[in-house]
């Protein structure tokens, strides 16, 4: 178990994502006590079973009391997540340059080389961490995994995050952004993407553009998205103790939630975008896995999506915890989740 268990640490490595993990090779009996013992699919890849039977994050039963201990936890891991990125943009061949735009920090993440289509297309990405975790640079590991399989120009927003700014800035910063970003390309040429709660602001950024009267962004793919940060589904339920990254709602996640939403109703659609209104959305493309915590959360929004009329489509991968295709650049279903991702874009962005 200690080699499965150290196989799926070097996955977090070499992406940068939730590196939080190398902090612990061992995982505590009361952490793995959390877990329920479900048998290592043999219908995925070497690399996904190596993640699906290793350990659970060790932290997360984690519930930072104070602003002062939300923010050392932020901290830890944001250093880790940092460590090995300089890797990762090397084994991408991209760039990452940081900059801002409306004064929002950004970052642009540049593949060596854009093939023509996209030459005048762009990404906007935001990225996970319960609206608390992976500020500046740690948040980039999932736009330099797009831009380097992908073949797109990414901006990825660095955008606040609570304790210090809780809900709506994460929005006001999205949305500042969006509405910059068109004085350069049409909406037809822009996509959104993101994971966890980077994929919740990438549906709540779609229902604040549009009650602002701004034009849709082309495409969105939201992973894995936190669109109901109230414990509202079957899959907080069936699956806690089977996820192995988020592991269960009654941890750091249910404080995050209530953390960011600041005595806000965490049904509300800003927060949730799966209770806001859908009709219009741009096509719309979704990803999860069987053993996801957010299960519930990407499914309920696909069959919102698709009641309303909305172009969505729906992966579901086998035997995978929460967004666990971002967590190994050499696993086939890392490659097949990016690739899908910028198959959607392509057909779909002018």
């Given at each position: 178990?200690?080699?499965?268990?150290?196989?799926?640490?070097?996955?977090?490595?070499?992406?940068g994502?939730?590196?939080?993990?190398?902090?612990?090779?061992?995982?505590?009996?009361?952490?793995?006590?959390?877990?329920?013992e479900?048998?290592?699919?043999?219908?995925?890849?070497?690399?996904?079973?190596?993640?699906?039977?290793?350990?659970p994050?060790?932290?997360?039963?984690?519930?930072?009391?104070?602003?002062?201990?939300?923010?050392?936890?932020?901290?830890k891991?944001?250093?880790?997540g940092?460590?090995d990125?300089?890797?990762?943009?090397?084994?991408m061949?991209?760039?990452?340059?940081?900059?801002?735009?409306?004064?929002?920090?950004?970052?642009?993440?540049?593949?060596?080389s854009?093939?023509?289509?996209?030459?005048?297309?762009?990404?906007?990405?935001?990225?996970?961490?319960?609206?608390?975790?992976?500020?500046?640079?740690?948040?980039?590991?999932?736009?330099?995994?797009?831009?380097?399989?992908?073949?797109?120009?990414?901006?990825?927003?660095?955008?606040?995050?609570?304790?210090?700014?809780?809900?709506?800035?994460?929005?006001?910063?999205?949305?500042?952004?969006?509405?910059?970003l068109?004085?350069?390309?049409?909406?037809?040429?822009?996509?959104v993407?993101?994971?966890?709660?980077?994929?919740?602001?990438?549906?709540?950024?779609?229902?604040?553009a549009?009650?602002?009267?701004?034009p849709?962004?082309?495409?969105?793919?939201?992973?894995?998205?936190?669109?109901d940060?109230?414990?509202?589904?079957?899959?907080?339920?069936?699956?806690?103790?089977?996820?192995?990254?988020?592991?269960?709602?009654?941890?750091?996640?249910?404080?995050?939630?209530?953390?960011?939403?600041?005595?806000?109703?965490?049904?509300?659609p800003?927060?949730?975008?799966?209770?806001?209104?859908?009709?219009g959305f741009?096509?719309?493309?979704?990803?999860?896995?069987?053993?996801?915590?957010?299960l519930?959360?990407?499914?309920?929004?696909?069959?919102?999506?698709?009641?309303?009329?909305?172009?969505?489509?729906l992966?579901?991968?086998?035997?995978?915890?929460?967004?666990?295709?971002?967590?190994?650049?050499?696993?086939?279903?890392?490659?097949?989740?990016?690739?899908?991702v910028?198959?959607?874009?392509?057909?779909?962005l002018?």
């Amino acid at each position: 178990m200690f080699q499965t268990i150290k196989e799926f640490l070097m996955g977090f490595l070499k992406t940068g994502l939730f590196a939080l993990f190398f902090l612990c090779l061992s995982v505590p009996l009361e952490v793995r006590a959390a877990m329920r013992e479900i048998p290592v699919p043999d219908t995925v890849s070497r690399e996904m079973q190596a993640m699906i039977g290793a350990g659970p994050f060790p932290f997360w039963s984690l519930r930072p009391k104070n602003t002062e201990e939300w923010k050392a936890f932020v901290r830890k891991f944001a250093d880790a997540g940092k460590s090995d990125l300089p890797k990762l943009r090397e084994l991408m061949r991209v760039t990452v340059e940081p900059g801002s735009v409306a004064g929002v920090p950004v970052f642009t993440v540049a593949p060596q080389s854009i093939p023509g289509g996209n030459a005048g297309r762009v990404l906007l990405h935001f990225h996970g961490g319960g609206y608390v975790l992976n500020p500046g640079e740690a948040g980039t590991g999932e736009a330099i995994l797009m831009a380097g399989m992908g073949g797109f120009r990414v901006l990825s927003v660095d955008y606040r995050m609570a304790p210090d700014f809780p809900y709506p800035s994460a929005i006001d910063d999205a949305i500042a952004v969006y509405r910059e970003l068109l004085k350069t390309f049409p909406a037809g040429k822009i996509g959104v993407f993101g994971t966890s709660a980077g994929g919740g602001v990438t549906l709540a950024l779609a229902l604040r553009a549009r009650a602002e009267g701004l034009p849709l962004p082309a495409a969105l793919a939201p992973g894995t998205p936190w669109t109901d940060l109230s414990k509202t589904g079957d899959s907080y339920f069936a699956n806690a103790g089977v996820d192995n990254i988020l592991v269960s709602y009654d941890g750091w996640l249910g404080e995050a939630a209530k953390l960011y939403a600041a005595g806000r109703d965490l049904k509300d659609p800003l927060l949730s975008p799966v209770y806001g209104d859908v009709s219009g959305f741009p096509p719309t493309l979704l990803t999860t896995g069987t053993r996801d915590l957010f299960l519930s959360n990407t499914v309920r929004m696909h069959l919102k999506l698709r009641q309303a009329g909305v172009d969505a489509s729906l992966i579901v991968f086998e035997g995978m915890s929460h967004a666990q295709y971002c967590m190994n650049p050499d696993a086939p279903e890392t490659r097949f989740h990016f690739g899908e991702v910028a198959k959607f874009f392509s057909k779909h962005l002018q």
